[in-house]
């Protein structure tokens, strides 16, 4: 073993975030300890070590953008370190606080806490990589261990990892499972949701709602038109695309489309 | 700074409290030997959560509250569920009743050990963090990451994963597992009761500061010891039905921090491990209260400093409780029974690893939510968690260096192991002494 000076320094930093993917660090059991001995990990608060403020290797990056302090904590952090991972949904697409970029004014936070003026926020929530570069993003809600230590390993190897860009659906006939779209008539994302969970929700008998954001190329378009043909309405199928990850671009649009529709059927409809 | 003639002023600034579940910040000052003020600051950006559930289908909510905390999912799933269950009238059946249990005795045991393990116990042992105290206490670490697996293992078993599982929906579960998955489980589970032993004695046998203060313990109540539902009780005498919660509880606001603080009639209350032992020993099985006799603890308990052996006993029950569940396992013909949404208030309760946590949810005629309201166990504790500082800091001495009352602090504040991240969140510890 290379001596603690030549070791990797690794961080890990938490934005807005419900601490999930953080948990992919600390489930690891003995794997962690072993981690601990490849590389320094120098900053992760919830776990003991404390240095924000450190020159690192490696930052991994949890949650989103959402105060004004945020945005000059993640410049710093990009300041200091070589190679930046953003981790999870919130830190990737926003997360699901990123639904309030779709409330249609700024009452939430009056609506919540009787002193809002007690409160600084941004008025939109951003992902890591909409306020600094990113040099790897990690989706998933939460992202797992089998994510982060894969890319760990290619980061000691001094490889960029590959992340996965298939859709659910591929990892789900892989697994031989049984359309949950097609046999029971529910509105799984599958279609066009990003795989790396190992399609869990279809292996459950259930639909999958998208919290690994969209593949690469997802025809959400067509998959919109599938769900109509389920009998969803307009309003339904935007919820199925604005849930978890309705920062992320092709879902932001595609669930946007269809409240499009639903305003369009109110004012004909009378 | 210091203005030595009248007054001795010094500054501590420590940026983020470490080993809490999100991050918060302390501020202390010490005027003339007397705390002046004291301020838990928990400031982590609101995630405005009740609003994201507004316009949102009752199904959704399983999935969509289980968002608000990483590291106990399940507990705003189980909330969640009783709450609408309540309001639709369905009663899910005993198959569901106890796989519920399960997963959430799954949930304790992987919470509590995380924190007695990877949080608390470096400080009682003059450690940093576990990464330092494995090198040292490699046997005890490994012992408490095995159990934090199993209780993994428990959740993913119904619910495919251990953060944010996907098996929950309003009437019962998704899926059922097969019975050869559970016999695999049950084995492992009841190999590790020894462990679990020996991890309950090594938190009680570690010297912990000698403090008795006086507050009530407040927790659900039900046949069993209380997980999910039922009533919610004090050990000062309150019996009250979860829908009369908003009547007894009343969250306000200060400028300090993001999250709101709740009252007992005005008065700061205790949730969470220790509450509940101090309310329901007479309901833990006989294997558990044998062990507890022999601990040199006597419960009930007004030490705060408990709450890590009171953690480390609960692992322990929870072992009991999902063998005991499991032992007697049966797939059913369906994991679910069929939901009807009905207009109207509906109220949950479940006991979350840090405490009782309740839920409010206005739903319409096509079972879309109107209003919601959540109150997580961390709020409720935080009155209570700056009263002790203000006992603890005067008991352990205000005339001590910085970095020992930092440490106090600290450690005080950790005995509540606050997840800030449900309370939204950030401890920094700022002392003047004026
Ligand atoms: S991506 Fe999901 S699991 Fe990860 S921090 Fe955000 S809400 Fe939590
Ligand atoms: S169940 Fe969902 S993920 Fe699996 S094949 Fe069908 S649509 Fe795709």
Redesign the pocket.
Known sequence: MTESAAKPRVAVHKFS??????LAFLNLGETLLQIAELVDIVHFAEAGPLDPEAAVDIAFV???ISTPDEVERIQRVRANSRFLVS?????TAG??QSLRNLAEDNQWLGQVYARPDYIATLDKVTPIAGQVKVDLELW????NSRQIVSAIRALLFGVVPVTEQDKVCLECKRQQRVCVLVAQGTPCMGPVTRTGCGALCPSFGRDCYG?YGPAENPNTQALARRFEGLGLAPDAIARRFHA?TSGAPAFHEAGLQQSDLKRQEKDHGG | MADETQQRSVELHVPVLTRVEGEGALHLRIRDGQIEQLQLAIFEPPRLFEKFLEGRSYEEVPDLVA?IC?ICPVAYQMSAVDALESLFGIDPGPWVQDMRRVLYCGEWIESHSLHIHLLAAPDFFGYDNVMAMAKDHPDEVRRGMHLQGLGNALIRLLGARS??PVGVRVGGFHHAPDEREVDNLLRQLRDALPQAEAMVRWTAAIDLPERTQSFPSVACQSDDYPLVGGRIVSDRGLSIDKSAFEQQFAEHQEPHSTALYSLLDGQPYLVGPMARLNLHRDRLPAAVTHLMDSLPIDWPSANPFHGMVARAIEIYYALHEAIRLLGAYRRPAQPFVPVTPKAGTGFGCSEAPRGLLWHRYDVDAQGLITAARIVPPTSQNQARIEADLRESLTDFGLDQPDDALRQHCEQVIRNYDPCISCATHFLRLTTERL
């Open positions: 975030s419900c601490d999930g993917c953080q949890e949650g989103s981790i999870g949904a919130c830190a997360g699901i998933g809600c939460p992202v919290c978890i | 968002r990483g953060v944010h």
